[in-house]
């Protein structure tokens, strides 16, 4: 609360954030897709398109917040190392931009993947 009111701010600008926040970490693919248990859905969650909903969940109270997240790794990266990193940016990220106290920043790696490097000399 200030002077002209109340200012609340929703989980996804933390989720956004933390999207963000995922080109800042070397060795952190992307985001991880939440995925469904019934294989069912997740074939109808990719024919209508609307499977790409990201694995950030967050529980958010007045002044402090906990993240639940699952990333993808690049493949021959320490896992570990990144994700420690990762939490690093996350909650200097969100903490710095919202002023809400970050608690927990829960990571789950769903994947590791090779990325493909491009030769400097092809167009």
């Known amino acids: 609360m200030n002077n002209f009111g109340r200012i609340e ?3 996804n600008v933390i989720t956004d954030i933390v999207l963000e926040s995922v ?3 070397d060795g952190v693919v ?3 897709d939440k995925t469904s248990k019934v294989e069912g859905i997740n ?3 990719n024919l209508t398109k609307l499977g790409n909903v990201k694995f950030v969940d967050v529980e958010l109270g007045e002044t402090e917040c906990v993240i639940d997240l699952g990333i993808v790794v690049e493949f021959g990266k320490n896992i570990v190392q990144v994700v420690a990193n990762f939490q690093e ?5 969100v903490e ?3 002023n809400i106290k970050v608690n927990e920043v829960n ?3 769903t994947n590791i993947v090779k990325t493909v490097k491009e030769e400097e000399g092809n167009v």
């Open 9 to 11: 701010i929703s989980p």
């Open 23 to 25: 080109s800042e970490v």
């Open 30 to 32: 992307g985001i991880s």
């Open 43 to 45: 074939i109808l969650k």
């Open 89 to 93: 940016v996350v909650k200097k990220n």
């Open 96 to 98: 710095k931009l919202t």
């Open 107 to 109: 990571v789950k790696v």
